[in-house]
């Protein structure tokens, strides 16, 4: 019991060879854009037409607010580059929707707003002024869950955080994008890192890297070196070590109760990428408007990682890497253990877009599913201790009471249970299905 | 760009193990192996032919049923065939053994609605329909001495009572000799150490939950320290006279761990395995049957459903519940 670990979890091949030893790769201008006005979780963003006159024809520089919403969980988004607005309306997006955006078409010269300049030296800035500038620059959590992050730094008073942890786990196979960003842009994360602590009031800063990237473990350790209340943190590599709950147990002990949030416990945790995007914001005075993505799978003719602008389209990015092979099954954006399959290449890339996997029959696994033979190994393998077999039999049968008592509202889809089960049953996604009914009777 | 053909969509994960059932079943083959080869070798031909006909006679059953042509198919039925033979006496006839697996698969298994949905053990189902209709096979003074070695001799000719019989008898067999397995009994239950072999294989691959054979094996070996009289030389030894004598083993490893009709819940295959170390225990102490670990684990496996619903665990973080 040398290090510590947490219950259950799977271990899927990395199958992160292909891309882990490349360098980010800045990929030119798209020629066109296609901005949606949701890429986070919570209340959409309405288009400024009245406040900034946005309309067909009109011209937008790279960096322009072109939507934001009153309500406090909500981040705003902004022109990835500089062109004119060629549409407005709704357009395919990865979460299998139709959504409100706008199409900026390019103007090749990337010029960017008069206001992007740095904010000043952090020791200067107050707690609300961090917040303001993350919030104004449309930060979210990069990791996938794009939870808006000035939210995460401002917990309400009763909650006290002591101990901020940076996520550079990166637990789901395939992908090397926050491996990259921990190599290349180290310091800027360390950076990060301190101004969400100055925004929380936090004592402790702890970054935490899975052990299958010793090279990014030992930057960070030897720039944290110096650092008092600064150090890294060396995680066991088990899917879903990234999984919040898991991480902040694993790093510091504490037990995420459960249905709260990890503020409960005095805890707030980003990825690194949303690390580096903050940084950016202070120091360029940048909003969120490129991130590094992994262009990867057995389908992708030069696997990559790169630095997109956002609202890039994914058909222009796979051409950008090669094309991808006649054999690819299925398109997914995302990791492959909790990423979105989609039917269409024609959608841009937003936020939360971690990677994009172009994956043939070596990568997936398609079998008909058997009846469950009860052994188990899903609930073995449930981080969250759950049944997934009976909560998924339950869901099944339309007992989505059942479902409730046997905690599927704990269950937040990680899919270890899928992943393991040797019949093949697509337990998550009857979990997720009763998840869904259970809210909806709630909400009722 | 243009993509040729449709891309699947379809719910995360988007990867999956290699692990099937099908790949289950074969490891647990490979598991029993040890102790398939240490039948053949103490009982000679007659313990080949008992498992060749278990296993080959299951899986038609099987097919039979299923109106597949696919005899092997997922494996379990050759399993189920393979577990028969091996509880069954060296000396007892080829249609005992054909009756017992069609036994095991149709009523034990296939009825419920196959592999899956049922409730018992079918191979333990398959011996329990045995002992009942052709107890004279398969009880009494039927089994074989064991000849090490001796392929070509006929199992089925000099034949006496198990060591369960009578504390008598049990105490002209030592420990380390029942540990080896070179004393009566079913084909595959008297080695204790080829069952093990197989049984730490099957924890280390993750197939079986090391607490179910643990809380059978402790509860047999306590109760057996605590009631066997100490008629084996003290009570500690009385308690290991119990763990490897009978079906114990072979029953804790590789019957009370059926997937299908044991718990799914940690603490609910604590509390299986112990009770079916208590039942095996009580008929064995102060019952008539020889029967101890067929009915412990039949009776166990009638409650499992109520041991799943009483165990389920708190999630993660769910110690307060008012959170």
């Known amino acids: 019991m040398a290090e510590p670990s947490f219950k259950g979890g799977v271990h899927p091949a990395y199958n992160k060879e292909a891309t882990s030893t490349l360098a980010i790769v800045k990929m030119p201008l798209p020629q066109k854009v296609v901005v949606p006005m949701q890429q986070h979780i919570g209340a959409p963003c309405e288009l400024l037409a009245d406040v900034e006159k946005i309309e067909k024809g009109f011209e937008v520089k790279a960096g322009q607010k072109l939507g934001d919403n009153k309500g406090f969980v909500s981040a705003p988004v902004h022109a990835p580059i500089s062109g004119t607005v060629v549409d407005i309306g709704p357009y395919n997006h990865p979460l299998g929707m139709k959504i409100n955006a706008v199409t900026i078409e390019s103007d090749g010269r990337d010029e960017w707003m008069d206001n992007t300049k740095p904010a000043g030296s952090l020791d200067d800035l107050s707690v609300d002024e961090i917040r303001k500038i993350v919030r104004e620059a449309g930060i979210v959590g990069l990791g996938g869950a794009t939870f808006p992050a000035h939210v995460k730094l401002s917990p309400p008073e009763d909650k006290p955080i002591d101990i901020v942890i940076i996520n550079g786990a990166e637990c789901e196979p395939y992908l090397t994008a926050d491996h990259r960003v921990m190599l290349e842009k180290a310091e800027e994360i360390i950076f990060g890192l301190r101004v969400m602590m100055k925004a929380l009031g936090a004592s402790e800063g702890i970054i935490g890297v899975e052990n299958n990237k010793p090279d990014a473990y030992k930057l960070m350790e030897r720039l944290v070196a110096e650092e008092e209340n600064i150090s890294a943190f060396s995680l066991p590599t088990k899917y879903p070590q990234g999984a919040e709950k898991m991480l902040i147990y694993v790093a510091t002990g504490r037990v995420v109760p459960a249905g709260a949030l990890p503020m409960e416990v005095g805890v707030v945790n980003h990825n690194v990428g949303t690390a580096v995007a903050i940084t950016q914001a202070i120091r360029e005075g940048k909003p969120l408007v490129e991130r590094v993505l992994t262009v990867t799978g057995s389908g992708i003719n030069q696997p990559a990682n790169l630095l997109v602008r956002l609202g890039t389209l994914v058909s222009e990015v796979l051409e950008y890497c090669g094309g991808i092979s006649e054999s690819t099954l299925k398109l997914v954006v995302g990791g492959p253990m909790m990423g979105l399959a989609q039917p269409t290449a024609d959608i841009p890339v937003i936020k939360g877009t971690s990677g994009i996997l172009a994956l043939t029959d070596e990568d997936v696994y398609l079998a008909e599913s058997s009846p469950c033979i009860r052994c188990a190994k899903c609930v073995s393998s449930c981080p969250m201790n759950l049944m997934p077999t009976s909560i998924a039999q339950a869901a099944e049968h339309g007992n989505y009471k059942r479902a409730e008592e046997l905690y599927a509202l704990d269950c937040f889809e990680c899919g270890c249970c899928s992943y393991i089960c040797p019949s093949k049953i697509p337990l998550v996604q009857w979990i997720r299905i009763g998840k869904n009914e259970i809210m909806k009777r709630k909400n009722k | ?323």
């Open chain 2, 1 to 323: 760009m243009v993509i040729n053909g449709k891309l699947i969509v379809s719910s995360s994960p988007h990867i999956k193990s290699v692990e099937s059932i099908q790949s289950v079943m074969t490891d647990v083959l490979i598991a029993l192996f040890p102790a398939a080869l240490m039948a053949v070798l103490l009982f000679g031909y007659r313990a080949l032919l008992t498992i060749i006909i278990g296993v080959f006679s299951a899986m038609l059953a099987e097919a039979i049923w299923r109106r597949k042509r696919d005899l092997f198919s997922d494996g379990s039925a050759a399993v189920t065939g393979l577990l028969l033979a091996l509880i069954l006496p060296a000396a007892v006839p080829w249609w005992v053994v054909v009756i017992g697996s069609f036994s095991a698969i149709i009523i034990g298994k296939q009825v419920f609605g196959g592999i899956g949905y049922n409730i018992f053990n079918p191979a333990l189902v398959g011996r329990a329909i045995l002992v009942v209709s052709w107890g004279g096979h398969m009880a009494g003074d039927i089994w074989p001495s064991p000849q090490p070695f001796a392929f070509g001799y006929d199992a089925a000719i000099v034949t006496g009572a198990t060591v369960l019989a009578s504390r008598e008898l049990a105490v002209t067999f030592s420990l380390p000799e029942m540990f080896i397995g070179n004393i009566p009994g079913s084909l595959g239950e008297t080695s204790a150490l080829a069952l093990l072999i197989g049984g730490i294989w099957l924890v280390y691959k993750g197939h079986i939950d090391y607490r179910i054979p643990g809380g059978f094996i402790g509860t047999v070996f306590i109760l057996g320290l605590l009631f066997g009289g100490g008629f084996y030389a003290n009570n500690l030894m009385t308690g290991l006279f119990h763990v490897v004598a009978g079906g114990v083993m072979i029953g804790a490893i590789y019957m009370a761990t059926d997937f299908v009709s044991t718990p799914v819940t940690p603490v609910g295959r604590l509390i299986f395995g112990i009770g079916c170390g208590v039942i095996t225990m009580l008929i064995r102490l102060w019952g008539t049957l020889p029967e101890g670990v067929t009915f412990g684990i039949l009776l166990m496996n009638a409650v499992t459903p109520i041991i799943d619903n009483f165990t389920i665990p708190r999630q993660f973080g769910g110690v307060n519940k008012s959170a």
